[in-house]
């Protein structure tokens, strides 16, 4: 055996060595420039403790509000095949005596709902309501095969069904019964029928020509 390995094995280890503490890594900088735990817990951007960024200014409320009344599916043939399409018809109002229909077709139901809107838009009507939100007398219409009767009735709130209850909601109107006499039960000819029935109110009850020599 060598002697100088002998030495080596034999020389005694020094306390301080062996109990020399591990030496540990630098925090990972994460992405946003934070070190360690405290830059996920409240140091990030804009939370509490951090940079707050400018407040957003709230929402504002539209001024019509509209509900779907149906989306189709349409498709047309060409030479090629058949293309698709979708139909949507919308009533829109903006609950203080103005609402209306419109009908939107696209390749998109996102744009066909937007095309919707605006017919919507483009055609509101007016409607003659009284103070307190009712209609002054009773009125009938026709649209197509489609029949609507709207009465005027004293604390009732509004008694409705199908596209014609959406008509009257979204007009905001109350304290009125309708109802639908038609075999069809087309949601797009009764909302219309209804908007024409509103379209004839007036103020003052309509008297008949003899009534009025």
Do not use: C, W
Request: overall charge positive; glycine content about 10%; charged content about 25%.
């Amino acid at each position: 055996m060598n002697p100088e390995t002998e030495n080596k094995a034999a020389a005694p280890v020094a306390p301080e060595a062996a109990s020399v503490a591990p030496v540990t890594a630098p925090a990972a900088k994460d992405q946003r420039g934070g070190f360690g735990r405290d830059s996920r817990s409240g140091a990030r951007r804009g939370g509490p403790g951090g940079r707050r960024g400018p407040e957003r200014a709230p929402r504002a409320k539209p001024e019509y509000d509209s509900t779907t009344l149906n989306i189709r599916r349409v498709s047309r043939t060409v030479s090629g095949g058949r293309r698709f399409a979708f139909s949507v018809a919308m009533v829109a109002g903006n609950r203080k005596g103005m609402v209306g229909v419109g009908l939107g077709k696209a390749g998109d139901t996102a744009l066909a709902i937007d095309k919707a809107f605006r017919d919507a838009k483009k055609n509101m009507v007016k409607i003659n309501v009284t103070k307190e939100m009712s209609i002054p007398h009773e009125v009938f219409a026709k649209y197509a095969s489609a029949r609507v009767n709207i009465r005027p009735v004293k604390d009732r709130g509004l008694v409705a069904g199908s596209s014609a209850r959406t008509v009257l909601e979204l007009a905001g109107i109350t304290n009125v019964a309708a109802k639908i006499i038609s075999p069809s039960k087309n949601k797009l000819n009764i909302a219309r029928a209804a908007i024409i029935a509103l379209q004839g109110l007036t103020l003052s009850r309509p008297t008949s020509s003899k009534q009025a020599k």
